[in-house]
């Protein structure tokens, strides 16, 4: 009797796993945006937004690379002040070398559209391009 007692628990745990589990969602995307013209000697805010295609997303974790050639700009800030996500596992936050920046974020109930997921304050010390990509996304 325990041993089918046990095999019924057993059963009980995989479903309920299996429907607590998140369903990763494929089709969102990363888009930058600033508000202001750049010159030398500013310092500009990038907003990082997701995109979620329409989808409810309530997790999404990644990394954003930096690629800076010329060495013509210094990430000052990364905020997550006015981020449509509310709970921070891994604050954004800027890697040793200065390239990346790493993130896990959440938000209870999910958010649709548009969304800032966070801010990178950006010092110009002179004209150039700077790229900001991301490398890894994750959204569930």
């Given at each position: 009797?325990?041993?089918?007692f046990?095999?019924?628990?057993q059963?009980?745990?995989?479903?309920?796993?299996?429907?607590?589990l998140p369903?990763?969602v494929?089709?969102?995307?990363?888009s930058?945006?600033?508000?202001?013209?750049?010159?030398?000697?500013?310092?500009?805010v990038?907003?990082?937004?997701l995109n979620?295609?329409e989808?409810?997303v309530?997790?999404?974790?990644g990394?954003?690379?930096i690629?800076?050639?010329?060495?013509?700009?210094?990430i000052?800030?990364?905020s997550?002040?006015?981020?449509?996500f509310?709970?921070?596992?891994?604050k954004?936050?800027?890697?040793?070398?200065?390239?990346?920046?790493?993130?896990t974020?959440?938000?209870?109930?999910?958010?649709?559209?548009?969304?800032?997921?966070?801010?990178?304050?950006?010092?110009a010390?002179?004209?150039?391009?700077l790229r900001?990509?991301?490398?890894e996304l994750?959204a569930?």
């Amino acid at each position: 009797m325990t041993t089918h007692f046990q095999n019924i628990k057993q059963f009980i745990l995989a479903v309920l796993i299996l429907v607590a589990l998140p369903a990763k969602v494929d089709a969102v995307s990363v888009s930058l945006q600033t508000s202001s013209d750049v010159h030398a000697k500013d310092v500009f805010v990038v907003d990082v937004i997701l995109n979620t295609e329409e989808q409810s997303v309530n997790t999404v974790e990644g990394e954003v690379v930096i690629s800076d050639a010329t060495q013509n700009f210094e990430i000052r800030d990364v905020s997550v002040a006015g981020s449509g996500f509310t709970m921070w596992p891994r604050k954004p936050s800027l890697s040793a070398k200065g390239d990346v920046i790493a993130f896990t974020g959440g938000v209870p109930g999910g958010v649709k559209g548009n969304v800032v997921l966070f801010k990178v304050a950006v010092f110009a010390r002179n004209p150039s391009e700077l790229r900001i990509s991301p490398k890894e996304l994750i959204a569930y």
